[in-house]
């Protein structure tokens, strides 16, 4: 069926209710009931680790007043970052919301709430919606009572559900992916801290050092192997990348539909480029004037503020443009391996060393000056190799990960629209 056959309602029609979260906000408890705020908002879900938890009292209190989510539910930031993520919610959990984030529920009679969700973050959609129907001059959000009127175009249930699949299935794809990232690094990491923090790494005679009665000394570390060295990122340092201040303007360009990506803090999180959906490009042209010195395979890229010392490892010959609040960091090789220094830097003790140098007070940040004060442990290069074989190997399937999640949100932004104009027909 053509778009243009496609029946329009109001979201009023076709939702049983349009509402928010609570417009109280219960103060916080060590342990409780997580209550969600648009700032623990996800591509795919709520992040429940980084909700503020509740009481029981405040929790019951808020699920009696409609602020818990069920199942089929479309969740909307629509404070802030308004439209930037919409969730549909898959399982029940014990988690209710703030105002900060818009309860849909779509009377699944007509709508399919797959359908609904990518219909929101289709560009021309989300381009009317902040024309039309968001206020606000510090804080921008969505208005819910003129939200409830807007239009929405909408094909037979099962064309709505055979967008939805083929829109979804790539996400499951990247969503997959996500987890098999999470399953490596925490492999990494347990490597890593058997080796770097237990000390037990195999020794000569392949056994446990510490346990097996390996010497320790004294160092600003603490206790470590005799032979092992502390020295600061100055000494370990080939290369410091620092492009913070340029923009496309200041280079008499601008941003492109498409080319190389420009990274800036917002697109590292937790070792993965995030935010891809938003991302911005440069033009070749731009990126030569931009990138006197060029990210290499091996190379860090380091957050410097909001928030500081998240870290991504490039380990393929990809280009980046490194755009606002980061660092690329370049290991010298004979001094520290790069794979090993990217875990070093993720350490709870050089992560709280880079705390520690940062300064501000609304937004919080570190200086290069500061960065290269930061002690991070050498051991002797055999024991380097030995770990840099392993770490190297996990680094490289999770760059492959990344890299497909890469193509299948190029794939999946590109069809979105099409989709919803009618422009690729799907057959029935």
């Known amino acids: 069926m053509s778009c243009n056959e496609w029946k329009e309602y109001t979201l009023d029609e076709v939702c049983i209710s349009i509402t928010d979260g609570s417009h109280s906000s219960p103060k916080s408890v060590e342990n409780g009931y997580p209550m969600a705020s648009v700032k623990d908002m ?51 959990k014990d988690l209710v919301l703030l105002s900060s984030i818009a309860i849909l529920k779509p009377n699944i009679d007509i709508l399919n709430p797959l359908f609904l969700k990518y219909y929101l973050l289709t ?128 280079l008499g360009s601008d941003w492109s539909d498409e080319g190389i990506m420009a990274l800036s803090a917002k697109h590292i999180k937790d070792g993965n480029l995030v935010n891809l959906e938003v991302i911005k490009y440069v033009s070749n042209e731009l990126y030569e004037k931009w990138m006197k010195d060029k990210l290499k395979m091996g190379d860090i890229i380091m957050t410097s503020e909001a928030p500081v010392g998240e870290l991504y490892y490039i380990n393929t010959n990809t280009e980046y443009c490194l755009s606002q609040r980061v660092y690329g960091l370049r290991s010298n090789k004979n001094i520290l391996k790069s794979s090993l220094l990217y875990y070093m830097l993720d350490s709870k003790h050089v992560k709280g060393q880079i705390l520690n140098r940062s300064t501000g007070t609304t937004v919080v940040g570190i200086r290069q000056t500061e960065l290269r004060k930061v002690n991070v442990i050498v051991p002797p290069m055999n024991i380097q190799e030995s770990i840099s074989i392993l770490l190297d190997k996990i680094l490289s399937k999770k760059e492959i990960l990344d890299n497909e999640n890469t193509n299948l949100a190029q794939i999946r932004n590109s069809i979105l629209p099409k989709l919803m104009n009618g422009e690729i027909k799907i057959g029935i």
């Open 42 to 92: 996800g591509y795919f879900e709520i992040n429940i680790d980084s909700c503020r938890q509740i009481s029981e009292e405040d929790y019951q209190k808020l699920v009696n007043g409609k602020c818990k989510p069920e199942i089929n539910d479309v969740l909307i930031a629509k404070d802030g970052s308004y439209m930037k993520f919409v969730n549909v919610v898959k399982e029940e």
């Open 123 to 250: 560009p021309n959609v989300k381009h009317e919606l902040e024309y039309g129907y968001v206020s606000g001059s510090a804080i921008r959000r969505i208005v819910l009572k003129d939200f409830k009127r807007f239009p929405i175009k909408l094909p037979p249930s099962e064309e709505q559900e055979k967008i939805a699949n083929i829109l979804s299935s790539l996400d499951d794809k990247i969503e997959l992916n996500n987890e098999m990232n999470k399953t490596l690094e925490e492999m990494a990491q347990s490597i890593f801290k058997r080796w770097f923090v237990d000390f037990e790494f195999p020794n000569d005679e392949g056994q446990p050092y510490k346990s097996s009665g390996g010497e320790m000394v004294d160092s600003e570390f603490g206790m470590i192997p005799n032979g092992w060295e502390v020295k600061n990122l100055d000494e370990v340092l080939e290369l410091i990348i620092d492009y913070r201040g340029k923009t496309p303007k200041k």
